[in-house]
């Protein structure tokens, strides 16, 4: 016995797991024996003879559920040997084992997989464009097409086929092909694969080379809907859901439309051009306001008092953009120079001068940030800082000492 892992030494050899999804993906509960362990990524990882657990492969992520009441965290394929690790989040011991899968996780990837087999054969059908990759995510599900650019409206033609395959209720038929009978087999997509190929027959539809977990029959799909439309790379990403999932978005998407409806007062399917109609005049009305707080500071610059050629003030919580128009402005009268601070979450200052005047207000700005910290920069006539320390009062009077001083600008 192990000390460490509790674990009785097993045989040494890899074994060949026996998968029990591939003719009973309804079987969530079932016996098994704990023959081999393997330690992945410093977690536990055990190989039974025969499982019932899906492991991630084919776009499909794992199933989760217990082994002897131990949490699985994942299940992975070793693919040299074809034996399944089912990582755990404790050791358990070796020999006969119990094992529960999480029957909503599985019933969910089955409806995802089965409804991509649906869509994908709808798009190879009305427009002969094949499905490059599959992927199963935790929210949503995509397929890549092999098609430069799909209309909404063509995606919509594919959802309706593949909600009326949904409606058949047509027969899903897991079957084995030897490699050799494979063509005849009439697969969607040709397949790499070898020996006895398991293929996954949607009655009359479509058939597909596939290891994944699926349903009976295509009514448990329950429905498709796209949400979404991507494109890259002379492909096509199409967003999916299926099943169960449909009905949780469309709750959701609900109670969303609801919450904007209730909002704006319009009925809900009239929000998306009522909201557009909001956003517009919202648009003008900034311009409007900007419009007239340019006004507002021409006619504060016009009035602002200068005092032997300095314009000097400190304002609160005025904003950088603000404070460099006003300065700009009040520096159109000759002769001028503005020293304006601006205390808000930090102290900045916006130094300017008018076109005649000699005076460096960057270099001004050099020495003022030298002094009191902070960072800024400009050009001669306009230039600004942040971050000083110490008071506006103390900021602009060393700024104004400069300038009248004349020293060296
Ligand atoms: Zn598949």
Redesign the pocket.
Known sequence: MCTTCRLRPLRSISVKTGRLYYDDPYLLEFDATAVETRSVGGHFGVVLDKTAFYPTS???PNDLGTINDVPLIDCIEDEPTGALIHVLQDTIDAGPVHCRIDAGRRADHMQQ?SG??VLSQAFVELFDWPTVS?HLGAVNCTIDLAADGVSREQAEKAEDLANRVIRDNRGVFVRYVAEENIVEAGLRKATERAGKIRV?DIEGYDR?A???T?VRTTGEIGGILITGLERAKKQTRVQFICGDRVIRYARMANHALEAISQTISAPPLESAAAVRNLWEEHQQLRKQIEQLESQLIDYEAAQFPVNNGLAVASFKNRGIDKLKMLASRICSRPGTIALLADEGDQLRVVFARSADSKVDVAALLKQTVERFGGRGGGRSNLAQGGGLTGSAAEVLQFAQDRCTGGSGM
Do not use: A, E, L, T
């Open positions: 084919g776009g499909q997989h991509q087999h599959f996954i597909s596939c290891g994944g699926h």
